[in-house]
């Protein structure tokens, strides 16, 4: 026997598949096509961690067992590289993003290789390469031409300390999730597209896909159509400086009309400064710059405390003529509807509760409920509702929206949650728009062949606190000669989504230089077959790219409808770490005593760190318990498990396996690093077994296999072929853990069922499946050879284990042939020593028998 030595072998197959490019994908094949892809990693420059490695190696399972089944496999990987944290490192350090950029791909690059996976490194794309943006614009373009993209004035998430503006999931707590920076909201201009023109096919086409339910929800939940109706109620005009118009809102309750109390308007509404009386304007000034430093979804925030401010204005409700008050409240977005809403407090549980903090009236107007006590949302006839009394909630709608046609005071409207995507950044460090201004301020396209238009080197990559982007610095570059008229380039640069959203489609073709891709190419990769990626990117990210596939659909660019037929999301790896504290003197405190002290500061022990004394993890110098905590990992909680020092200490081959063998791919999995060691020990019985110093292990004889052995292997076969295919990963090495027990039970190995076990070992463990390959004589790469075909005939059992009841309870098992009569089977129960004794002296009244399943005596 002889050791299993990773680092030997590991190094030696990784150099052999990138001579030899054994993953490479071929355009022109009449194989099948089989597109998997993962989702486009930003590389940081804290490198791979091994959440990253779970859904990679799900797919270089997926793409060695597809290529060994005929398939012509793209397998592709690249880089998501624009982006503000290496921005934000130029900042801090005067060091190009460029720079930046490139030494962290080197760092992923180097990992990705380290492990194994079966990339077509041929293909490799980066979003800040030239060649690749020059396409990003040129799609940008497209959408311009169709009128999808314009500009606007919009309330933004503006941060002046990084000089940008955040998306609302970039802010946490009012502050950047980067550095912590303070945010604030501000109106500027940005370029947006417009994807609600798309809404209803993103809704409807999801019935095309192969994606679980809950992701379908979260994309219909984000674009949120509804039903309702869009109702003016006229102001006040002597309450409201003499402002004379009507302020339109959109509501799914028209219904409820008769119960609006009040209205609100969003700190940002065009009409609050116009309509504030006097009185009330220094509350209302004082009100909205507080709104103005709170996210979104901060502001909408169901558990918060309601606030807001009286305007000191009335609106006339159209259905009564009676004045409502107009309030501000943050509550409101200026982003949804039309910024305004009605209020009724009765049947809105926000409402209700901004109703009974100011004192706001709460009329019923539909029966059901105790609306002085809690608001009631569910259904009944409708009161105190004038034209609509005593009808249900479904024709109380379709009435009033009727009759508020009929009256010029309202229309039935759908209206959608979903918001136009606002689609610029104040960085340099992103793709520039192709798009030039001339003196009056229009704007128009960059003539195609300009493209790509590259960013300008700058030495100085700060903002200017003005909210001018840093392209305005470049001065040389800023201004741009064309027929005679000088014109200026648009300074805002393009968001990191953008890259994202087609990069699957620069990888089917990335070396054509004149176009992004080749109509034939494409019409063989189509879309995506499998798209791994974590849950982090189920909306926005698929929502974006979706809607990009279909304009791209749009101008008869690409042949399908959607981009990724089918999704998976891995679940989070989470981290364990042992937590105790520490007092501010340095005295390290257990947690079963921290209520002894004070003052504490919580400490965590990283899992590789501890002692282990029974089944009690112990401070490695104090020696007290520590407590154990699973959650997401992150360098602050010392719970980060950095994939290069589990290749070190155990192998690639090891890490793929047990990040396979944790549990199903979807669910949620704690890291446990004694859990390593045992698949660790797994493959080292299998080297130990099957290889010598040299050659293949002294097992290993060539001789014809047994009847037994023959019938275990093609079962593991058919076990793994299915678990393979459903993505069963971690059943599927359970099954490869069982057939290696049961080798080491023989007297010897058949050399002839070496080669299909070493297949299917393959896309788990490649490296020590291609030593195993070679070893067995062969030259091509164990790639390169069709999957193992099992033998039904072999799967057939002879005998199986038949329980035996008497009464209703088990009293014994026999081993019964397949195809025994009940008069057989009933012999070889009653010669079982187990339940002829609980037979004995007594009369068989009925015997039940079920073939293959069970026999039963009813006796007494």
Known sequence: MSNYEPAKIE??????????????????????????????PYPSGSGLHVGHVEGYTATDIVARYKKAKGFNVLHPMGWDAFGLPAEQYAIETGTHPAETTAKNIATF????????????????????????????????????????????????????????VLANEEVIDGKSERGGFPVIRKPMRQWMLKITAYADRLIDDLDLLDWPEYLKEMQRNWIGKSKGAEVDFKIDADTANGVDGNIRVYTTRPDTLFGATYMVLSPEHALVDQITSPEQYDAIQEYKEVAARKSELQRTDLAKEKTGVFTGAYAINPVNDQKVPIWIADYVLASYGTGAIMAVPAHDERDWEFAKTFDLPIIEVVSGGNVQEEAYTGDGKLVNSGLINDLSVPDAKEKITAWLEEQGQGVGAVNYKLR??????????????????????????????QLPLMLPELDDFKPTGTGEPPLAKATDWLNIELNGQTFTRETNTMPQWAGSCWYYLRYIDPDNH???WAPEVEQYWKNVDLYV????????????????????????????????????????????????????????????????????????????????????????????????????MSKSRGNVV???????????????????FMGPLEQMKPWDPRSVGGVHKFLSRVWRLLCGDQGLGEAVQDKPASEEALKMLH????????????????????????????????????????????????????????????????????????????????????TYELAVQVMGKVRGTVQCPTDATQEQAVALAQAEESVAKHLEGKTIRKVVYVPGRILNFVAN
């Open 11 to 40: 190094p030696k197959w990784q150099e052999f598949w990138e001579q030899n490019k054994t993953f490479r994908a071929e355009n022109n094949s009449d194989l099948p096509k089989f597109y998997v892809l993962d989702m486009f």
């Open 109 to 164: 690059t180097k990992q990705l290789k380290s492990l194994g996976f079966a990339y077509d490194w041929d293909r490799e794309v980066n979003t800040t390469d030239p060649e690749y943006y020059k396409w990003t614009q040129w799609i940008f373009l497209k959408l311009y031409e169709r009128d999808l993209a314009y500009v606007a004035e919009v309330p933004v998430n503006w941060c002046p300390a990084l000089g940008t």
């Open 420 to 449: 136009d995507w606002l689609f610029s950044r104040q960085r340099y460090w992103g793709e520039p728009f192709p798009i030039i201004h001339d003196a009056d301020g229009n704007h128009r396209a960059l003539p195609e062949e």
């Open 514 to 516: 004149d176009a992004p």
């Open 533 to 632: 990626g974590g849950t982090e990117h189920a909306v926005l990210h698929l929502l974006y790219a979706r809607f990009w596939h279909k304009v791209l659909y749009d101008c008869g660019l690409v042949t399908t409808k959607e981009p990724f037929q089918r999704i998976v999301n891995q679940g989070m790896i989470l981290g364990v770490a042992y937590e105790y504290y520490e007092t501010p003197e340095g005295k390290k405190v257990p947690f079963y005593e921290k209520d002894q002290y004070d003052e504490l500061l919580p400490r965590t022990v990283h899992a590789d760190d501890i002692k282990i004394e029974g089944d009690k993890a112990l401070h490695p110098e104090e020696g007290f318990e520590l407590l154990k905590l699973t959650e997401k």
């Open 642 to 660: 950095n994939p290069d020092d589990v290749i070190a200490e155990y192998g690639a081959d090891t890490l793929r396996c047990y990040e396979m």
């Open 715 to 798: 079962k593991t076969i058919k076990k793994v072929s299915e678990d393979t295919e459903e993505l069963r990963f971690n059943t599927a090495i359970a099954a490869m853990m069982e057939y290696t027990n049961f080798l080491y039970k023989e007297d010897y190995v058949a050399q002839e069922t070496v080669g299909p076990f070493a297949q299917l070992l393959a896309p788990y463990a490649p490296h020590v499946a291609e030593e195993l390959w070679s070893r067995l004589g062969n030259q091509a790469s164990i790639s390169d050879h069709d999957w193992p075909a099992f033998d039904e005939s072999l799967l057939k059992e002879d």
